[in-house]
């Protein structure tokens, strides 16, 4: 029988310099699409899956992030007071249980291959998720719960996959294919952040990943890699050609790079049309802002 996956790490250590001011007060994981922080949308992907235990790796200036799960008994109060329960419902879904979230300090941002490494002692000998908040993935069933499924055929260690254009292939890790099977492909190689001509495919890694215990004894070995960072791409193109393996997986489903400006404002439009009491209001803005423009073409 594989062993379940139950523990996420959550990398949250980041200087988010892609937002700065903004991240000089706020981390970048309590920003929200419409009104939900984005690290909300990963627990509930983790919850999704089935994670039970969630770790996050945090730095200095992230406590926003830990006061954001804990329980809010004078709000509560006032509420119940209005009897304003589905509000209450809202609230209700930030709660974690006591126990189930740890929070383990990165002193400096070394990558983040470091920032995981920093959660082995919580991890020990099981297989193990990573889900990075700011890609934020749209779906009818969660990415991370589309992996779990088919990690449970596959065992090994298994990273989203998506398709990419060439000329984008070097903001991310792309994988070396070696079979392709559809919605799983299994990997001979990993390259990260490759020039356009050098790229072996046009999968990228995004910010979903089963591991297993074995990446975090590669990252105790490794140096730096891309960028002077400690990749955590390196640590697990080790496991290639080992005995269980390293697969890519096609998820189906709308990701959004909430990390950067661009993908940023697209989500909040999505997510803002997806919701039944914005919709037509922001449609009708949308509808009169490209007529506008149109017009002064
Ligand atoms: P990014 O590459 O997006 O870096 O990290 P960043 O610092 O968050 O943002 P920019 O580029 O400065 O704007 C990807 C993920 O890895 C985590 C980040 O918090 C983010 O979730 N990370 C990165 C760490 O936890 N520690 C690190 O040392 C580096």
């Not at 070394?110 to 991890?123: Q, S, Y």
């Not at 069933?141 to 990690?151: E, F, N, P, S, T």
Request: hydrophobic share 40%.
């Amino acid at each position: 029988m594989r062993k379940k996956v139950t523990k996420a790490i959550f990398p949250v250590a980041g200087l988010g310099t892609r937002f700065l001011p903004a991240t000089k007060a706020i981390p970048k994981e309590i920003m929200t699409l419409v009104d939900r922080p984005l690290i909300q949308y990963a627990i509930d992907e983790a919850r999704e899956a089935g994670i039970k235990e969630f770790i996050f790796v945090t730095s200095r200036g992230k406590s926003a992030l830990e006061d954001y799960f804990d329980h809010a008994p004078q709000l509560e109060q006032e509420l119940r007071k209005k009897d304003k329960k589905d509000l209450m419902q809202v609230l209700k879904s930030t709660y974690m249980d006591s126990g189930a979230i740890a929070y383990i300090r990165q002193h400096r941002a070394l990558g983040l291959g470091h920032a995981v490494h920093c959660a082995r002692r919580l991890i020990a000998n099981e297989p193990f998720a990573v889900i990075l908040p700011d890609d934020v993935i749209d779906g009818e069933q969660g990415c991370l719960k589309q992996m779990v499924d088919a990690y449970e055929e596959t065992g090994g260690c298994m990273v989203a996959a998506m398709e990419v254009p060439p000329e984008k292939a070097s903001s991310y890790g792309v994988l070396d294919v070696a079979d392709d099977m559809g919605s799983l492909v299994s990997v001979k190689g990993m390259v990260e952040k490759p020039k356009a001509e050098e790229a072996p495919s046009n999968l990228a890694v995004i910010g979903r990943y089963i591991l297993t215990p074995s990446v975090l004894r590669n990252l105790s070995k490794q140096d730096a890699g891309a960028g002077g960072e400690i990749q955590l791409t390196d640590a697990i193109a080790k496991e290639i050609g080992g005995e269980q393996g390293v697969y890519g997986f096609r998820f189906r489903g709308q990701r959004y790079d909430c990390g950067s400006k661009s993908g940023f404002l697209q989500a909040t439009v999505a997510f803002g049309l997806a919701r039944d009491e914005l919709r037509d209001d922001l449609m009708a803005y949308l509808d009169e802002l490209a007529a506008t423009r149109k017009a002064a073409e």
